[in-house]
């Protein structure tokens, strides 16, 4: 299952850090014996990227010696601080019962690249106390702060962005936590979780709109692009309409909100939009307004 891959990457790469803290080197096998012994498994190649990971991801600096083994470098100050905000979310009852499917608060991750938000612990706890939670929040086309009261109910990964599903005075609201600049856990307002079916992400790409109803969407890429887009699928949903020397031709049921359409702008010439009608007229009039800008 695709939440047990999740637990289990970042169980190993916790694995892995914890034993770089405990001396100033460890061995390969070393680490080999601890991760079979805990998990059962070890593949050089996993360790490898896993290590890496903790470079370019955490920003941890790892040095080789031979042949002592693998230690961060004392020449630099490591920053811990994105590494253990995870390794706390992990470690705490809300992450293991989302693994146990014993309550869906993390919605499945969209990537292996896990980013680390500060909030999200504290977002995390409220949720599994049903406790509601005041932010202090700036939208990136806002030019002040707004504060709000909501009800969290579900945390959601997409494109290394956290995002937490919430009620706001009865309305679904999704608010990037990377936006949230302050917030202060209720503890004094218990409330009942709201009563939201989490599989309306199912019907979207990305996080807006989610209660969009999905709609047939047909897309035709040319030959070279069709050959990454069946390669990585733009969205579960995806089916091939036809494949052959004039390009990729596929259906999608979502709902049409933000995301889907920076899709189709992002992949320019190379898509061109079939079905529905009124998404067809409002790609081609956004690229004619997009052109008047060039003929001024």
Not at 62 to 88: C, M, V, W
Not at 122 to 147: F, P
Not at 194 to 221: C, M, Q, T, Y
Request: aromatic share 10%.
């Amino acid at each position: 299952m695709k939440n047990n891959q999740d637990y289990n990457h970042i169980l190993r790469i916790g694995i892995i850090y914890d034993l770089l803290k405990k001396k100033d080197f460890t061995k390969r096998n070393e680490f080999e014996n601890v991760l079979l012994e805990k998990l059962g498994h070890f593949s050089s190649r996993t360790f490898d990227r896993d290590l890496r990971k903790l470079r370019e991801q955490f920003g941890l600096v790892i040095r080789y010696e031979n042949p002592y083994g693998y230690g961060f470098d004392k020449a630099y100050e490591q920053d811990t601080s994105k590494i253990e905000n995870l390794l706390h979310l992990m470690n705490s009852t809300v992450f293991k019962m989302n693994h146990l499917n014993k309550k869906d608060i993390i919605y499945p991750f969209t990537s292996n690249n896990i980013e680390v938000n500060e909030f999200l612990p504290e977002i995390s706890e409220a949720i599994s106390s049903c406790h509601k939670i005041h932010i202090a929040y700036r939208g990136y086309w806002e030019t002040d702060r707004k504060e709000y009261i909501l009800s969290p109910y579900l945390l959601k990964e997409f494109q290394l962005r956290w995002y937490v599903l919430s009620k706001v005075d009865g309305e679904i609201r999704v608010f990037g936590l990377d936006r949230i600049r302050s917030i202060d856990v209720l503890q004094d307002e218990s409330v009942e979780r709201p009563k939201i079916d989490a599989s309306v992400f199912n019907n979207i790409i990305g996080v807006s709109e989610p209660h969009l109803k999905p709609e047939k969407v047909v897309l035709a890429f040319t030959p070279r692009q069709g050959r990454y887009i069946k390669s990585s699928p733009i969205h579960p949903t995806q089916e091939l309409v036809s494949d052959d020397e004039n390009g990729l031709v596929i259906s999608l049921k979502v709902g049409i909100n933000w995301e889907l359409k920076e899709v189709i702008k992002k992949n320019g010439i190379q898509v061109k939009v079939l079905e529905p009608a009124h998404l067809v007229e409002e790609i081609k009039q956004e690229l004619i307004d997009n052109l008047k800008q060039y003929q001024s």
